[in-house]
């Protein structure tokens, strides 16, 4: 059990700078994920942390020392990674004991320790039986199981279960996130997919081309986005950015777009509105599912669209609608039923609505509930 | 026109059937999705279709006319792969425009087509770029381009957005859906993902270890599944399995303790007349599970445990034990505004009209409500 603290590391290979002066905090006995793109530096992050990369600047502390400077060997890290690396011609047992004989461990020990991390895994039926004859779940939970046994300070995973199926996949997140709560280590978890860190992670880091941008626990980190990046890394699928301008020429201010009119009178409004007189470019952010469909003009509030394509999944439908000259994506009822090109209304949730600049993708503003006066049709 | 018959098609690898006599029939501009899970013999009846492996039985035929004989290149097909296998030495617009140049296209006709294509594609600003410095995400519109271009009769698609990440993909299949529909080329889409399956196509053919499971459109799939593979495979998360006996009328759940689960004497009967033993599965999809904190909910409630739950944005997953003894975890998809707590208790129900029921043994359909079955078309 161990915290790790990064501060200011930076890290290049060659031109490329894969890592830029992150700084990260993250708590001991806490499942952290770390959700980016390919090309995030996600990996070399991990790489950085169990010492198999050497930061130029700045320093990694595992517990309270620093482990800049320390040998792989000697961080007591164990790291799981996508392609498990078990050894085909040993059985289970003899996998999962590996890194105990490594420490010349008295058999009775080794005894001991197996028959709790089996059945902790569940895989207490396989111990006999080599790789090959594992399903790709059973393979995991044996990789798991070896980095159990010698209880390391930390657990690094990079993308674990990107090569099981779907099925398998989800079973899986529910095994790791009970595991990790059951054992209470640190677990690093790196992934590119969104539903398994928002699943899994008490924190989520959000990394794009080496550099952090946001910090925060699943809720927050999809509630208040601080950028779009952020915004459109999560959620599936993803928010709506909807170009607008702010107008501040008079003391009504609004927001327009060619299809609909916000405006409001509201100070947490003031900062969107830089200069008086000045139109500013806004990015107005609303995720599908805060965006109703209808197919009556039934309120003054709804917006005019057209159905662009109809999507169902089962379970929802998602309707990709077309306002003006942008289309974007509608989470409706699994009943919904559209045809192509005809014409629906919709209505926007007002306190789930998000304001970015639209030149630096920063948050300006996430609205609370009362602050937008009116949203009206142009 | 192209319509597609696919008439007792068998492909063995060695002693491994890849496609054991399979039936499918393709009509003219049909989008029609191939979903199964690694190893099911998908890949398989792709090449077969366009030519790259021949059948050791049965017929592939387009229009009526048997291909069984017709080299690739001259069955009219289109081809996108999962790994995009372009020319990376060559230029983006050298490599959409490579189709219409083999196929002696004139220059000019060439120019407008490559350009629209990009357009559609949001490439067009990337044209003179070498492909090999694309970004994944502009590799696969290339590929997709480069086969789009030539206007196919029939477009084969392998899992052409899997390398795509997640909001990318999300866009690019509302954008195959349009495409498809405009250009009314007849597609055939594999794929392991029930999303684009059920999202993109008029109809699935969902396999399973070599053999089809069922072919109809998403809807009927999603809620008449033949099987309990089917049920199991659609949909995420995945449907509730709970094991039942049928007896005089009623469902008495097994794995709950021998709850009983009253049913209208309609669906009594019709159960009744179709069953051929009295042990069934229950399925109940995650949405139907309705689910009330604390233990206060009616005497016909299910009492449950939260062991686990999952903030999925949009949704909440909780994943709920059973306050009786047994080993099954009953998942339910609440609204986003749901407070959920490891540890607290929960009520939960479900109604007559979302069951699906099985038979046991055979893992067979048996009883489903009617009301939600379409006729296809």
């Given at each position: ?341 005809e014409k629906v209304w919709i209505t926007l949730r007002f306190d789930r609505l998000h304001f ?11 609205n609370s509930k009362d602050s937008v006066s009116r949203i009206a049709p142009? | ?377």
């Amino acid at each position: 059990m161990a915290s790790i603290r990064l501060s200011n590391v930076t890290k290049h290979f060659k031109a490329t700078t894969a890592i830029r002066d992150l700084n990260l905090e993250i708590k001991d006995g806490e499942f952290f994920c770390v959700l980016g793109p390919p090309g995030a530096g996600k990996t070399t992050l991990l790489r950085l942390i169990v010492g198999l990369e050497r930061p130029e600047i700045g320093s990694i502390e595992i517990g309270d020392a620093d482990v800049s400077e320390m040998h792989p060997s000697k961080r007591d890290i164990a790291m799981i990674f996508q392609n498990l690396a078990l050894y085909p011609d040993k059985t289970v047992f003899e996998n999962i004991v590996f890194p105990l004989r490594m420490q010349k461990m008295d058999e009775k020990t080794i005894q001991k320790k197996i028959t709790k991390v089996a059945k902790q895994l569940k895989i207490d039926g396989l111990l006999e039986k080599t790789p090959a004859k594992l399903s790709g779940g059973e393979r995991q939970r044996v990789a798991i199981g070896r980095a159990i046994i010698r209880k390391p300070r930390v657990y690094l995973m990079d993308e674990p279960l990107s090569n099981l199926d779907a099925i398998l996949r989800l079973e899986m997140r529910v095994t790791l996130k009970a595991l990790q709560t059951d054992l209470n280590e640190t677990f690093v978890y790196v992934t590119h997919d969104q539903v398994e860190a928002l699943s899994m992670g008490d924190r989520i880091a959000v990394l794009n081309d080496g550099k952090l941008q946001q910090v925060d626990t699943p809720e927050k980190i999809y509630r208040l986005p601080e950028n779009t990046f952020v915004a459109s890394i999560l959620g599936s699928p993803p928010m709506n950015f909807i170009p607008c301008n702010a107008n501040g020429q008079n003391t009504a201010e609004s927001i327009t777009h060619d299809c609909f009119e916000i405006s409001t009178t509201s100070d947490s409004f003031k900062k969107l509105f830089q200069a008086e007189g000045e139109k500013q470019n806004l990015l107005l952010g609303v995720r599908p599912e805060d965006i109703n469909i209808h197919h009556q003009n039934d309120t003054d509030d709804c917006i005019a669209a057209e159905i662009y394509v109809v999507e169902p999944l089962g379970n929802e439908t998602v309707v990709d609608i077309k306002l003006g000259d942008n289309i974007i994506k509608v989470l409706a009822d699994a009943d919904f039923i559209g045809t192509i090109g005809e014409k629906v209304w919709i209505t926007l949730r007002f306190d789930r609505l998000h304001f970015f600049d639209k030149e630096s993708g920063q948050c300006l503003l996430h609205n609370s509930k009362d602050s937008v006066s009116r949203i009206a049709p142009l | 026109m192209a319509d597609i018959t696919l008439d007792n098609l068998v492909k063995k690898f060695g002693r491994q059937t890849a496609v054991d006599h399979l039936n499918l029939s393709i009509k003219d501009k049909e989008f029609v999705a191939i979903l199964g899970p690694s190893g099911c013999g998908k890949t398989t009846i792709m090449n077969m279709i366009s030519g790259l492996l021949n059948p050791d039985s049965g017929q592939v035929r387009f229009d009526g006319k048997v291909m069984n004989k017709v080299p690739p290149g001259k069955r009219g097909v289109g081809f996108v792969f999962q790994n995009y296998a372009i020319f990376t030495y060559m230029s983006v617009y050298d490599n959409i425009a490579f189709g219409l140049k083999v196929n002696k296209i004139p220059p000019s006709t060439i120019d407008k087509e490559v350009k629209a294509v990009a357009e559609l594609l949001q490439v067009d600003h990337l044209l003179e770029m070498n492909a090999g410095k694309l970004s994944v995400n502009d590799m696969q519109k290339v590929a997709l381009g480069r086969s789009m271009v030539t206007k196919p009769q029939i477009f084969l698609l392998d899992e052409p957005l899997s390398n795509l990440d997640a909001a990318l993909r999300s866009k690019m299949r509302a954008e195959l859906k349009k495409i498809q529909q405009e250009l009314g080329q007849t597609t055939i889409y594999v794929t392991h993902d029930q999303v684009e399956a059920m999202s993109l196509s008029g109809k699935i053919a969902v396999m399973n270890f070599a053999v089809l499971q069922q072919y109809d459109t998403p809807h009927n799939i999603y809620n008449h599944p033949v099987n309990m593979f089917v049920a199991n495979f659609i949909g995420s998360p995945t449907i509730n399995f709970v094991e039942a006996t049928f007896q005089s009328g009623e469902l008495i759940l097994d794995d709950f303790q021998g709850f009983h689960f009253p049913l209208s004497s309609a669906t009594a009967n019709q159960i009744q007349t179709k069953l051929k033993s009295d042990k069934v599965v229950i399925g109940i999809r995650p949405e139907h599970v309705k689910v009330t904190n604390g233990k206060n909910g009616g005497n016909s409630d299910i009492k449950a445990e939260i062991v686990n739950y999952e903030l999925l944005g949009a949704r909440t997953v909780l994943y709920m034990h059973p306050s009786m003894n047994t080993e099954n975890i009953i998942k339910s998809t609440m609204p986003s505004d749901f407070k959920a707590k490891n540890g607290n208790f929960a009520s939960l129900t479900f109604e007559e009209q979302h069951l699906y029921v099985f038979d046991k043994e055979s893992t067979e359909l048996v009883w489903r409500t009617e009301a939600t079955w379409h006729q296809s078309a």
